[in-house]
């Protein structure tokens, strides 16, 4: 850093947006007492008791679908030719998608110094994760075999093959896992410090024995700080191109193809803009109800809320983009599949959902554009919900539309989703959100260390 | 010169600036065997104490290398060598389609280096070490500010370090037992 303090500032008093990244008035000590009693202290509220029962009761339900599925095979899914791919590839994107914010927040952000990403990054990390996890879910059971999900993987067998590298699936294996693992890394580094903090704070032996165990022993020692602070920065360059990398490699599992709907060069980028949108919607979609139930409106101010508001209208404007250029293509590049394709999704039997993804990703957000939208947290609220569902119906229709009217009309289908495919989706919710409360009962939902580093303490104004 | 069982003298800070200071004064007394501790990360606090630079970045740099290496040698392997399979006419050594796959095991190759050589060189986990045994040392990942002389130190001598600690505007001076 070479002259951080004039940033800081500013971001401190908030000049510029009229309202700071951390309320005026804590120390290192309250910001620490606060965030811990969360986890060590407070009387867990009653609504944290009555949420999480509901998620794992739809965790139930996905357990229950899945059961079924492994006994019945995925005939119990609406896919059949030429639909052969359907809400489970629709899920699988839009969990990926949801998860990009995450990784955003937590490295870009970094790199690019937005300091007020400090208390929204743990929470959206773990959201990555969460949503990963759910992601991995279909491809992994749509495989039919979910025992045999190994064979996806690189390693010497008996029976003499190997993955075919040329394939966009392959590389999604890698991608995918690859995310999951670094993700889960930068998660717990930046985690180590704060499990100290709770190992040193707690006041039952079983609370020091877990928080001890995990911390490994930091003790805070300088040296471990430099090092860490280099490898935490390592990270963040390494996990930015990632992101980004891993939407493309989703993003080819379509492009290369040569559907039509599919097979184009917009792809990658339009669905990189997606995924941090609809990552975005989701990390709003959490934030403001437990910024309300924690009472952690100093942490997360409406400053964050505003400038997610602000990525988000941006990434949508990038995705409206896309949707202009695939119609416009289709049109200009007199392809007769292509022209037919996108008159088919603007008129065909899909096209309430088409129109549907157009009001609430394109027309809907519109409203972003008013200060008054942006710093109004119940439409905030309202807003990220659309957009969560105008996400899911954007994976949707280039899915099933693309893949249910096929090049002879002879083989033309419909696809229809059946209980078992709403089950299953909704237990993936269910299954994200139970994660979620137990991640926030049991570890600190906001970097602690890194709100110390905001505090005007740090840098030795009293 | 020191009794065995004792570590080190732990001097405690009020604030981030007196650590840096503090750690400043002893350095430049001689002292080369010390650590500060803190709850958040100081920029200038480990040039103060005379620790430079890490490794760090170049066994990341070396991990991914290794790491896209091996993840590029691996498909040119399954490919062309083990399991030749003719696709649409393209060559076994189709590079192009093999870049995906090895940027990510680049990416991963510099990740797990990045987070297993920081704890690698840091010592980490380490689940005992004396500097706990000193009762407000649980405020280092709280509020407080410490700097630890530590006995193996050639210039350390039980009270005149703890003298000169004193005058460098400790709150307080404790002795850290082994």
Redesign the interface.
């Known amino acids: 850093?070479d002259n951080p303090m004039p940033l800081e500032e500013r971001q401190l008093t908030g000049a510029g947006s009229g309202v700071p990244v951390i309320a005026p008035g804590h120390?290192?000590?309250s910001v620490?007492?606060k965030i811990s009693a969360i986890v060590l202290t407070r009387r867990t509220p009653i609504g944290w008791y009555l949420g999480f029962m509901t998620a794992a009761a739809l965790t139930g339900l996905l357990l229950v679908s899945l059961s079924y599925l492994v006994v019945e095979g995925i005939g119990i899914w609406g896919n059949n030719i030429p639909v052969a791919w359907a809400f489970d590839i629709t899920n699988f994107v839009w969990w990926i998608g949801i998860g990009h914010a995450g990784t955003l927040i937590s490295a870009i952000l970094l790199l690019l110094r937005q300091t007020w990403r400090t208390s929204i990054n743990r929470f959206a990390e773990a959201m990555t994760l969460c949503a990963v996890a759910c992601a991995g879910i279909f491809p992994l059971f749509h495989t039919g075999r979910p025992w045999l999900a190994y064979w996806l993987l690189?390693y010497p067998n008996t029976m003499?093959?190997?993955?075919?590298?040329?394939s966009?699936l392959?590389?999604d294996v890698?991608?995918v896992s690859?995310y999951a693992?670094?993700s889960l890394?930068?998660w717990?580094?930046g985690l180590v410090?704060d499990l100290?903090?709770l190992?040193?704070?707690s006041q039952s032996r079983t609370g020091r024995i877990i928080y001890?165990?995990l911390a490994?022993?930091?003790?805070?020692?300088?040296?471990?700080?430099?090092?860490?602070?280099?490898?935490y920065l390592?990270?963040a360059g390494?996990?930015t191109?990632?992101v980004v990398?891993v939407h493309t490699?989703v993003s080819?599992d379509f492009a290369v193809a040569i559907v039509p709907g599919w097979h184009t060069t917009i792809f990658p980028p339009y669905f990189v803009a997606g995924a941090i949108y609809s990552g975005f919607a989701m990390v709003l979609t959490l934030s403001i109800p437990i910024r309300a139930i924690y009472g952690l409106q100093d942490f997360i101010t409406l400053r964050h809320l505003e400038n997610m508001a602000k990525v988000m209208l941006v990434t949508g404007l990038i995705v409206a983009y896309g949707y202009t250029v695939e119609a416009f293509i289709a049109w200009y590049g007199g392809n007769a599949y292509e022209g037919f394709m996108i008159w088919n999704r603007i008129t065909g039997p899909y096209a309430p959902a088409y129109w549907a993804l157009l009001l609430c990703n394109v027309i809907i957000p519109q409203i972003l554009w008013f200060k008054s939208v942006r710093t109004n947290v119940i439409v905030l609220f309202v807003l990220s919900l659309v957009v969560n569902v105008g996400m899911w119906l954007e994976r949707f229709i280039i899915i099933v539309t693309s893949l249910h009217r096929d090049f002879l009309p002879s083989s033309w289908g419909m696809y229809q989703p059946t209980f078992w495919d709403w089950s299953t989706y909704l237990g993936t919710i269910g299954l994200f959100l139970m994660l979620l409360f137990l991640f926030v009962r049991f570890l600190p939902l906001i970097s602690i260390?890194?709100m110390?580093?905001l505090l005007p303490?740090?840098k030795?104004e009293? | 010169m020191h009794s065995p069982d004792v570590y080190g003298l732990m001097a405690e800070f009020a604030d981030p600036n007196e650590l840096v200071a503090a750690a400043h004064r002893a350095h430049h007394e001689g002292y080369r065997r010390m650590d500060a501790y803190s709850p958040l990360p100081i920029e200038e606090l480990h040039e103060a104490i005379g620790f430079h630079n890490t490794r760090l970045p170049l066994i990341v740099l070396i991990g991914g290398i290794v790491g896209g290496l091996a993840g590029y040698l691996l498909q040119w392997w399954a490919s062309a060598v083990a399991y030749p399979l003719n696709v649409g006419g393209k060559p076994f050594h189709s590079w192009p389609a093999f870049i995906p796959v090895t940027f990510e095991c680049t990416i991963l190759g510099a990740a797990l280096s990045a987070v297993f050589g920081m704890l690698a060189l840091n010592g980490l986990p380490q689940p005992y070490h004396p500097v706990f045994n000193v009762p407000r040392f649980t405020l280092a990942s709280r509020s407080g500010f410490f700097l630890c002389i530590e006995a193996r130190d050639g210039k350390f001598d039980l009270s005149r370090t703890r003298a000169f600690l004193e005058t460098l505007g400790a709150t307080e001076v404790t002795t850290v037992a082994d």
């Open positions: 850093m120390t290192f000590g620490t007492d690189p003499g093959i190997w993955p075919q590298f040329r966009p392959v590389w890698f991608a690859t693992t670094v890394l930068f717990f580094v410090p100290a903090t190992r040193d704070r001890g165990a490994l022993g930091w003790r805070g020692s300088a040296m471990h700080w430099h090092r860490y602070e280099t490898a390592l990270l390494i996990a191109p990632l990398s490699v080819f260390f890194e110390r580093t303490e740090a030795g009293q």
